[in-house]
Structure formats: C-alpha cells, structure tokens
C-alpha cells in the first residue's frame, strides 16, 4: 500500500511540476538578448532558381562591433552553408549571370573590393579579388553578359584616375590639421564625413580588373540613401547603365534625384526625367529593354511623399505612373519572367504586401498580405518568389512562394530556436 501511495504521490509531483512549467511567463525579452538577433538581410536568387546566397550580421557586445558574412541556401531548405570566414565583414554577394560564381565586397586585405568566388553545387572554390581601386568599392552589380560589375566609391570629384585620388588621400592623412573645414552641406552622413568627396559609380572588367568611372564630376552617384534597393542597373544587352543623381545647387534642401542614362563605354550622361521637381530613383529595366522601371515622388523638397512606381517607354521618350490610383508608397520591385507584370512590395495599414502590377494597366493584386514583407525577387522560370519577411514579435527571415502568391515557405529559421524561449506575441 505504502509503494502504491509512494508512487501515486510521484506521478501527482510530476504533473504540478508540468502544470506549473506551462504557467511559467516567458522570461522577458531584454537589450542583451535582442543583440544577440542574428540579423538575416540582402537575399539573392541564382539564375537557375536552385540557390539563395544572403547574409547574416552578428554582434559582438564586448567588442562594440558587428560582423558579417556570406550564407547560401537551396530554394528547397535545409542547411545553410557560410561562404565566408574572415575575421572581416562580407557582404553584399551577388550572383554572375552564369550562376558560376558569387561576388561580395570583403575588407580582408585592408581596404574594401569586391572578390568573387566559384561555386559548385554552393560548394565554395577559388577566390578571386576582382577590384583594385584605392578608395574602396561597395554595392557591385553584374552586367547580363557577365563582363563587367558596377559599383560606387567615395571619390575626390576633381581626381580623374586613381592614382590622384591617391595621393589626395595620402596627403590628407599626412596633415597635421585634423580639424573639419566645412564650406558647403551636406558634409556628414550620421558618423561619416564626407571629406570632399563624392559618391561615383564605376565599372570593372571581371577579367582585366580595368576600371572605369561613369560619373566624373562633383555629384554624388547615386544620391545619399538610407537603404534599399539600389539606385543602379545595366541595360540587357549590357551596353547601357541607368542610374540616379541629384544635379541640383544646393542638394541639402533638396530632393530632386533623376535617372540619368549611360553607355558602359563612358561619355557624357543623359537625363530622362528632368521633368519631375521630386526624386526619381532604383531605375530596373525590363527583361527585353523596352522599359525603366523606377520610383518617384511627385511634391518637391517633401522627403516623406509616396513612392509611385513609374514606366519609361524607351521608344518614346516617356513616363507614366502605374500606381497614381494605388494608395500606397511602393518600396522594393521587380519585373515578372516575362516582363509582362510587375511584382512590388508596397505598405498597407501595418503591413507590406506583395503585390502584382500588370504592365499594360488595371488594378494590382495582392498576392501576400501575412507579415511585413521586402526584397522581392522571381526566378528565371517565373515560378518562384524569394521575398523576406518580419513583424513585430520576429526578425527577418527569407521566404518563398509560387508566383501566385500561395505556398508561403519560411526557408531560414536563423533565430527561431533562440526566440522560442520568449514566446513572444504578433
């Protein structure tokens, strides 16, 4: 009788223990725990639609830094897999058209260039260090056939090659004046001092390493940003790069970016939308070149005016919204497979929807409403979109879905073991 009661008194134990376990609050969410958030970001599609490379940010307390590095994971799940090591940050990786190998922008020698590297099967090969400019290189691009990347580096606007930018550098570090002589806005971005330069986008040869500048003069190319998608693309055939430049007097009151357009070659830039007061920036063209795509803002000097979605015909010579009826600000788009339609991401009460804009017209449909959601891209084959999502109670992961928006697929799972402790609540 005593055994019986012995081990009825354990089983009643163990289930107020389970019971008590259950009612227990998650332990709070505190400062140190949300630096420990993996940050996930920057997702890329492989043209055959097998692989995403992306990164992801840790932060080091004790240190005060944050370190990056370059993932890629197949479209179907599973592990991810680190590209990069370094003691250094990488980032930024973008695919060659080919799908052969995957550049990123990488401090690992000293100053910041853009490497690539061979892939098979995602497995990491041979490393290549592609740029060699002096003053850095970060955001690369590559052209659809392959030959070149473009990028952007803090330049002085009156240095024509690099070695005078060079010795500009060197003789500025040499100084004993350290003081900070403004004479003109802006001169500082958050913690950075522009220093007298300026932001230009080049070109390098993926072969060669020849570098070139497409931007010559005392203009940021592109504009300062706070982020997103970038404000720079080649044409299809690769002869011809769009990009966005504010050329107005005093650019500290103003917000008058436009789309500038031109050849890979070099020469003299042409403006396309210099009928616009306000920005026009993150030119995209259509798979068969016809269009720009871009966004603008209509209500000069007004930083916080909708983002519409605009169409250059490049035949006419014309613009014309597709979202002056759309009640939303446009933020991240791209073209559809086949050029046709137009997926965007686009706020909505709380929320950023993916949405899908035919070209010729009519309304947009909402494809994916869950979460908040940015980044969007679609395969080769026009059946799958890569997209990131987050909300309130959890950070950025990538997801999939089919191109009609169904079969929602969360495919990082970077921080869900560590979140699981907090049960935290949409």
Known sequence: MKRVFALLTIIVLSLVSVVAKEQQPARPFTIDDLLKIRRVSDPQLSSDGRWIAYTIADTDKAANKRTTQVY????????????????????????????????FVSARDGESQIWSIELVEAKPGSVKKISNISTGADAPVWSPDGKWIAFTSEVYPGCATDDCNKQQAEKAAATKVKAKIADRLLYRHWTTWKEGKRSHIFVVSTESGETRDLTPGNYDAPPFSLGGQIDYAFSPDSKELAFARNTD??????????????????????????????????????????????????????????????????????????????????????????????????????????????????????????????????????????????????????????????????????????????????
């Not at 890629?72 to 190998?101: F, M, N, Y």
């Not at 357009?261 to 920036?281: C, F, K, S, W």
């Open 72 to 103: 890629v994971i197949s479209t179907d799940g599973g592990e991810a897999r680190a590209l990069t090591s370094e003691k250094q940050s990488s980032h930024s990786p973008r695919w060659s058209p080919d799908g052969k190998r995957l550049s």
């Open 249 to 426: 007097k005093v650019e500290a009151i103003s917000t008058n970016g436009d789309i500038f357009i031109v050849p890979v070659t070099g020469g003299e830039a042409r403006r396309i939308t210099g009928d616009n007061p306000a920005n026009d920036l993150t030119p995209v063209y259509s798979p068969d070149g016809r269009y720009i795509a871009y966004r603008a803002q209509s209500k000069s000097g007004f930083e916080a005016d909708r983002w519409r979605l605009m169409l250059f015909d490049r035949k006419i010579g014309q613009s014309h919204s597709l979202t002056e009826q759309f009640d939303s600000s446009v933020e991240s788009f791209t073209f559809s497979a086949d050029g046709q339609r137009i997926y965007m991401s686009a706020l909505d009460q709380g929320r950023q929807p993916i949405y899908e804009l035919p070209l010729g017209g009519g309304p947009g449909k909402k494809l994916i409403n869950d979460g908040f959601n940015d980044d969007v891209q679609v395969s080769t084959d026009g059946k799958t979109l890569v997209f990131t999502r987050q909300s309130l109670a959890r950070p950025v992961e990538i997801y999939k879905a089919n191109s009609i928006g169904a079969a929602v697929t969360q495919l990082t799972k970077t921080n869900d073991a560590f979140l699981a402790d907090f049960n935290l609540k949409p």
